[in-house]
């Protein structure tokens, strides 16, 4: 990872701490599990995957996974802002992802962090839904997972942010790709396998996302 991109604890632990109770207010994050083995704290060398609502879902699971410290794949046309706020999003442990081009740097930079026992966020969505409706997920986090055979943790958020609604997240079951592939070795899966992943783990997220629908109906059924 680059000298001039690595995470400034100090700039992040100022922005979570002075954040927190703010963005607490306002979200008011309701936080499900799928079963009780299900751990409500994330697990250092993990790949955090989100669906991808809005911006907010970033400072959502900022919120979610406090204790932990985690970079996040940020796509390019957020670093375009300007010099300040691109140094930002490197400080705060922005991974930079340019999403219309052939540079997969960022799978490099990700296996650095993690192999360094740090939790990497993805939304393998990588854009925000176009008139209500999501993009398919990218093959980029399994790229990432097979190279570094770091544990998947799901989580699927219902995008529900205002001043009067209330966020609701659901966290799932650890995902491990060997347990899809067998023996085989990360550099021998072939495109297909990888497109085949790449669909697996989007399905995997949806059935969060039936499950924290049925959670919500339960509730406002009593």
């Not at 995470?7 to 979200?27: C, E, N, Q």
């Not at 999003?89 to 340019?98: S, T």
């Not at 995997?204 to 049925?214: A, G, M, T, V």
Request: positive net charge; proline residues 5%.
């Amino acid at each position: 990872m680059k000298k001039s991109h690595k995470m400034s604890r100090l700039v992040l632990g100022f922005v979570k701490l002075t954040g927190i109770i703010p963005a607490y207010l306002f979200l008011k994050p309701k936080v499900f599990k799928v079963n009780k083995s299900v751990k409500r704290f994330l697990p250092k060398r993990t790949i955090l995957m989100s669906n991808h609502i809005s911006l907010m879902d970033f400072v959502l699971l900022l919120i979610v996974f406090f204790p932990r410290n985690i970079y996040f794949l940020i796509a390019e046309v957020l670093f375009n802002k300007g010099k300040l706020f691109s140094w930002f999003l490197y400080k705060i442990g922005g991974i930079f992802v340019d999403r219309d081009a052939c540079n997969f740097s960022f799978v490099e930079e990700s296996l650095d962090v993690l192999e360094k026992g740090n939790p990497v966020g993805i939304f393998p969505q990588g854009r925000l839904p176009v008139n209500g409706k999501p993009f398919p997920f990218k093959p980029g986090i399994v790229l990432v997972a097979l190279r570094t055979d770091a544990p998947i943790v799901p989580v699927y958020t219902d995008g529900n942010y205002g001043l009067f609604k209330r966020a609701h997240i659901i966290i799932g079951e650890e995902i491990h790709l060997k347990d899809y592939i067998g023996n085989k070795n990360a550099e021998d899966i072939t495109n297909d396998e990888i497109a085949s992943l790449t669909k697996m783990l989007e399905e995997k997220n949806y059935e969060l996302k039936e499950n924290l629908e049925k959670r919500l109906c339960k509730k406002n059924e009593r």
